[in-house]
Nanobody, 121 residues
Framework: QVQLVESGGGLVQAGGSLRLSCAAS????????MGWYRQAPGKQRELVAT???????NYADSVKGRFTITRDNAKNTVYLQMNSLKPEDTAVYYC???????????????WGQGTQVTVSS
């Protein structure tokens, strides 16, 4: 079984910064794409940023130039540096990873439990 554990959320004023971390653990053989999604109250979950194992990144237009996704493959960890935060960035942020497990060698889409980010105006 594979688990993703997020940390780093909190309350910050507009214009401030936060750094989210997500560590994968368990029966991991290989991880492909890791990424961050967010869900605001009353809205659907949306992509924020993703990073492939080879380092290719993808960002939502709304966060380009403000957020940066990085990953440490040796630690099975992905980070999201969020700068110039806006009130509309307020949401629960979820970590996601495509993981091939050692037990079955099948690929699974794994989600973290989410971490709250609140940006005050």
């Amino acid at each position: 079984q594979v688990q993703l554990v997020e940390s780093g959320g909190g309350l910050v004023q507009a214009g401030g910064s936060l750094r989210l971390s997500c560590a994968a653990s368990g029966s991991i053989f290989r991880i492909n794409t890791m990424g961050w999604y967010r869900q605001a109250p009353g809205k659907q979950r949306e992509l924020v940023a993703t990073s492939t194992s080879s380092g290719n990144t993808n960002y939502a237009d709304s966060v380009k130039g403000r957020f940066t996704i990085t990953r440490d493959n040796a630690k099975n960890t992905v980070y999201l540096q969020m700068n110039s935060l806006k009130p509309e960035d307020t949401a629960v942020y979820y970590c996601n990873a495509g993981v091939q497990t050692t037990t079955t060698l099948r690929w699974s889409n794994v989600w973290g439990q989410g971490t709250q980010v609140t940006v005050s105006s």
